[in-house]
C-alpha cells in the first residue's frame, strides 16, 4: 500500500520506483556535498530536483550518471515494471553489477563505469553547458548518439560495416528515429545546418532529442530551461510532457526556473546543503515553511515564524518575514 502525504495524496513514486537513491553520501576532502540523501524517482514521472545554489543537485546528478563515485550510498535502478525490493537485496549481496529478473534487469549503478551507465542501464544526460557537436550537422548529432546501436548490430566487425544487412536494417531505423525526433521537436527544417548555428532555444531541444534518440530509461536534464526566452520555455514544456505521456520516459530534472518546476513535474525533491529539506508534489512543497526558508535565505531562529505564518494561510507574510530577516531570493 502506497504511503499518504500529509495532504492526502498517495507517494506514487514510491510504488514500483524506476531508480532509487539511498543514503547516498558524497564527500570532496573535507567538504560533505551530499549528506546520506535517500530518494526515489517514480517510472513515468517527472521528478525535480531544486535547491538554492551550491546545494548538491549536480552533484547527484553526476554519482547518478557515474561521473563520480560515491563516497557512501546504494543507487538502484530497475529497468522493468515490477522488479522486487528483495531482487534489489540479492543483486546488494551478490557483489555484482547487475542482474536480469523475469521482469527486466536490476542494476547498481554505484558500481557502474559511466559508459555502462549509459549503454546498459540506459541513464541519458543533459549538461548544463550545451555538449553539441556544433560542426556536424543538426542530423548528424542524432546519429552518432545512436552509434553503440549501430555497433552492435554491425557485429564490431568491417564486414558488418560495408555488407551485413542487418547493419543496413539498422542504419535505416536509426536514421528513421532521427527524423522522427527532429519532427518532434520542430528542427526538421533546420536538419543539414551545423547544430553550432541553431539558436539557444533549438540547441537545448536537440540535446534532449539527442538523448532520447538512445531510448533511455531515466533522461537526466541539467537545467534545460537555463538561459530559454519564455516562448521557449513554454515549448520545453510542452516536449517534456510529450515525452512522459508518449513514451513514459522517467525524467530527472534539475531546475531552477520555478515556473517550469511547478508547471511540468509529478514529485519535487528538495536539497540545501547537500540534505533533504522536502521531498512531495509541487503544491505540498511550494508550501513547505523549510523551503522557502531555504531559498529566501531565512536564519534559522526565524523558520518558526515563517512556518507560524504559513499555518496562518499566511503565504505572502511568511515571504515577507523571510526578507526582513536579511534574506534574498535565490
Ligand atoms: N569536484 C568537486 N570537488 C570539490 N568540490 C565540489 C566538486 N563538485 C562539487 N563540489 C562542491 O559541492 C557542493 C555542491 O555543488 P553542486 O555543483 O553539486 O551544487 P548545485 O546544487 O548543483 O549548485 P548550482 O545550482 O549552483 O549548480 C559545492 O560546495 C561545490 O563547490
Not at 514510491?14 to 546520506?36: K, Q, S
Not at 547493419?167 to 532521427?178: F, G, L, M, Q, S
Amino acid at each position: 500500500m502506497t504511503p499518504a502525504l500529509a495532504s492526502g495524496e498517495p507517494r506514487r513514486w514510491l510504488d514500483d520506483p524506476v531508480l532509487t537513491v539511498e543514503h547516498l553520501t558524497m564527500r570532496f576532502g573535507g567538504l560533505t556535498a551530499i549528506n546520506d540523501l535517500s530518494f526515489s524517482v517514480g517510472r513515468g514521472d517527472i521528478t525535480a530536483l531544486i535547491g538554492p545554489n551550491g546545494a548538491g543537485k549536480t552533484t547527484v546528478f553526476n554519482c547518478v550518471t557515474g561521473f563520480y563515485k560515491p563516497t557512501e550510498g546504494r543507487i538502484s535502478l530497475r529497468r522493468g515494471r515490477g522488479i522486487t525490493d528483495e531482487a534489489v537485496a540479492e543483486l546488494t549481496r551478490s557483489g555484482a553489477q547487475s542482474r536480469k529478473t523475469p521482469q527486466g534487469e536490476v542494476f547498481l549503478l554505484e558500481r557502474m563505469s559511466d559508459f555502462r551507465i549509459t549503454r546498459t542501464a540506459g541513464v541519458a544526460r543533459t549538461f548544463q553547458n550545451i555538449r553539441l557537436f556544433g560542426g556536424m550537422t543538426v542530423f548528424e548529432n542524432l546519429l552518432v548518439a545512436q552509434h553503440n546501436k549501430l555497433m552492435r548490430a554491425s557485429g564490431f566487425t568491417i564486414a558488418g560495416l560495408i555488407g551485413l544487412p542487418g547493419y543496413r536494417r539498422a542504419r535505416e531505423a536509426a536514421r528513421d528515429v532521427a527524423v522522427d525526433w527532429l519532427k518532434r521537436t520542430a528542427l526538421i527544417h533546420r536538419a543539414d545546418d551545423p547544430a553550432a548555428d541553431l539558436s539557444y532555444g533549438d540547441q537545448r531541444r536537440l540535446e534532449i532529442a539527442r538523448a532520447m534518440c538512445t531510448d533511455p530509461s531515466v533522461l537526466c536534464l541539467d537545467e534545460p530551461a537555463a538561459g530559454l526566452n519564455p516562448r521557449e520555455s513554454a515549448e520545453l514544456n510542452a516536449l517534456l510532457r510529450s515525452i512522459r505521456t508518449e513514451f513514459g520516459t522517467s525524467i530527472l530534472l534539475i531546475e531552477h526556473d520555478m515556473g517550469v518546476v511547478m508547471e511540468i513535474s509529478d514529485h519535487i525533491v528538495v536539497l540545501d546543503y547537500g540534505k533533504k529539506i522536502s521531498d512531495g508534489t509541487a503544491s505540498e512543497v511550494r508550501n513547505d515553511p523549510k523551503v522557502i526558508a531555504a531559498y529566501l535565505g531565512v536564519d534559522d531562529e526565524e523558520v518558526e515564524a515563517v512556518e507560524e505564518k504559513l499555518e496562518r494561510g499566511d503565504v505572502d507574510g511568511a515571504v515577507q518575514s523571510a526578507h526582513v530577516s536579511g534574506g534574498t531570493p535565490a
